[in-house]
């Protein structure tokens, strides 16, 4: 049956209309359900608070609600971890990805081997690496194999009320592309065909859309992102904090001394290494000084002379 261009486009709308309304009724009901349980049943106040009572001590163990037992957490963390053994560190570092069934999202690594303190060509590693979630607190808990941990940062985001908004919108999608495929064969006109086909086609990609947007939830709460950063050093950072004033002595002592041997190390090295052109930048500032000073006696006796 061929149903005429108004009455098809009329149709259309009630049907858009009517999957919003359908969202918003089950919200309202399950709102009245949860402020008004006691109506829904038909129990009395009292008797009900009798028979949750008794509901709750017999079945303790009921399943609750998706929202609280299914959550959807994104877990995230970042690691700066140095090492004096660059080398042995991003072998631990690869096996221990591969520990955990993770793999390694992007990678980057740059600079050269450092030989000694005073030397700025350092090699730095920065990776973006994905974990199990389950995996997650472990892998950590081992990241001091890799090297010094000097700073551990996780967060947490949940996209609980996000998801299963997602979810239900799509549900929702369906239902409505469903009712449009049954219009457009009941239709015969090519008006009403191009208007169903246009409709369809904007729901179809909001469907697409929304699913992409689940599956991208689903591997950010599956897989954990670790972004971690190591650095190369000569000696390692003390990390631990003094507690008495004895032990804070001591630490700054050994770090004055410290500084002062690196200065000397860094002094000598200087001095010999540049010696060549320290050499010649001498030999051209004591001529300097010596013409200067001719040129000056020279004046003199001219003046005296004269």
């Given at each position: 049956m061929k149903l005429p261009t108004p009455l098809i486009i009329l149709l259309t709308v009630l049907i858009t209309l009517a999957g919003c309304g359908a969202n918003n009724e089950s919200s309202s009901?399950?709102?009245?359900?949860?402020?008004?349980?006691?109506?829904?049943?038909?129990?009395?106040?009292?008797?009900?608070?009798e028979t949750t009572a008794s509901r709750n001590n017999t079945d303790g163990n009921k399943e609750q609600s998706p929202l609280l037992t299914n959550r959807k957490l994104i877990k995230n963390a970042v690691l700066s971890i140095e090492t004096t053994n660059f080398d042995e560190s991003i072998k631990i570092l690869d096996t221990s990805i591969k520990k955990f069934n993770g793999y390694i999202e992007a990678s980057n690594i740059t600079g050269?081997?450092?030989?000694?303190?005073?030397?700025?060509?350092?090699?730095?590693?920065?990776?973006?690496?994905?974990?199990?979630?389950?995996?997650?607190?472990?892998?950590?808990?081992?990241?001091?194999?890799?090297?010094?941990?000097?700073?551990?940062?996780?967060?947490?985001?949940?996209?609980?009320n996000q998801y299963f908004d997602t979810e239900a919108r799509i549900t929702s999608l369906k239902i409505q592309e469903q009712r449009l495929l049954e219009l457009l064969k009941q239709t015969g006109t090519l008006k009403d065909i191009i208007e169903l086909e246009k409709e369809l086609s904007?729901?179809?990609?909001?469907?697409?859309?929304?699913?992409?947007?689940?599956?991208?939830?689903?591997?950010?709460?599956?897989?954990?992102?670790?972004?971690?950063?190591?650095?190369?050093?000569?000696?390692?950072?003390?990390?631990?904090?003094?507690?008495?004033?004895?032990?804070?002595?001591?630490?700054?002592?050994?770090?004055n001394i410290n500084g002062i041997w690196?200065?000397?190390?860094?002094?000598?090295?200087?001095?010999?290494?540049?010696s060549p052109i320290l050499l010649l930048i001498c030999g051209i500032i004591t001529a300097g000084i010596l013409i200067i000073r001719k040129l000056i006696k020279k004046q003199k006796n001219n003046n005296i002379s004269g």
């Amino acid at each position: 049956m061929k149903l005429p261009t108004p009455l098809i486009i009329l149709l259309t709308v009630l049907i858009t209309l009517a999957g919003c309304g359908a969202n918003n009724e089950s919200s309202s009901n399950k709102n009245m359900e949860m402020a008004h349980p006691e109506s829904i049943n038909g129990i009395a106040p009292d008797a009900k608070q009798e028979t949750t009572a008794s509901r709750n001590n017999t079945d303790g163990n009921k399943e609750q609600s998706p929202l609280l037992t299914n959550r959807k957490l994104i877990k995230n963390a970042v690691l700066s971890i140095e090492t004096t053994n660059f080398d042995e560190s991003i072998k631990i570092l690869d096996t221990s990805i591969k520990k955990f069934n993770g793999y390694i999202e992007a990678s980057n690594i740059t600079g050269t081997p450092v030989h000694e303190e005073y030397s700025k060509a350092i090699r730095s590693a920065s990776y973006t690496i994905r974990i199990p979630a389950s995996s997650l607190d472990q892998y950590l808990s081992d990241a001091g194999d890799i090297g010094n941990i000097l700073s551990k940062t996780i967060n947490t985001d949940d996209v609980t009320n996000q998801y299963f908004d997602t979810e239900a919108r799509i549900t929702s999608l369906k239902i409505q592309e469903q009712r449009l495929l049954e219009l457009l064969k009941q239709t015969g006109t090519l008006k009403d065909i191009i208007e169903l086909e246009k409709e369809l086609s904007s729901v179809r990609y909001e469907i697409e859309t929304l699913t992409t947007t689940l599956q991208r939830y689903d591997s950010l709460v599956e897989y954990s992102t670790i972004h971690l950063t190591l650095v190369e050093v000569a000696s390692l950072t003390d990390t631990s904090q003094p507690n008495t004033v004895s032990e804070r002595i001591t630490h700054t002592f050994k770090s004055n001394i410290n500084g002062i041997w690196n200065w000397i190390k860094n002094a000598t090295v200087f001095f010999i290494g540049n010696s060549p052109i320290l050499l010649l930048i001498c030999g051209i500032i004591t001529a300097g000084i010596l013409i200067i000073r001719k040129l000056i006696k020279k004046q003199k006796n001219n003046n005296i002379s004269g």
